[in-house]
């Protein structure tokens, strides 16, 4: 079984910077990617940032997130700056891993509240 744990979410004012920290445990193989997506209450879930052969970024995210991560503790993070009401959100970590050479699935955390507000 595997469990993405995030953390680092809350209330940040316009302007301000978050980190946010998903960590994978359980029956991994291998991870042939990690990312964050966010949603907004009646809206569909939105890619943010997505780390595997390439990196790619939301257009509304390029030149303030970061997205990092660390292979040996299967964590990836979010590197959120200059954070705009827009922002808000509930973000999920996202992975597409491997649990045997023949198992790939996605798996996702249970979300953290982003809030940008002053």
């Known amino acids: 079984q595997v469990r993405l744990v995030e953390s680092g979410g809350g209330l940040v004012q316009p302007g301000g910077s978050l980190r946010l920290s998903c960590a994978a445990s359980?029956?991994?193989?291998?991870?042939?990617?990690m990312g964050w997506y966010r949603q907004v209450p009646g809206q569909q879930r939105e890619l943010v940032a997505v780390?595997?052969?390439?990196?790619n970024y939301a257009d509304s995210v390029k030149g303030r997130f970061t997205i990092s991560r660390d292979g040996a503790k299967n964590t990836v993070y979010l590197h959120m700056n200059r954070l705009k009401p827009e922002d808000t959100a509930v973000y999920y970590c996202?992975?597409?891993?491997?649990?045997?050479?023949?198992?790939?699935?996605?798996?996702w955390g249970q979300g953290t509240q982003v809030t940008v507000s002053s």
């Open positions: 996202y992975a597409d891993l491997r649990t045997s050479w023949s198992r790939r699935d996605d798996y």
């Open positions: 359980g029956s991994i193989f291998s991870i042939n990617a």
């Open positions: 780390s595997g052969g390439s990196t």
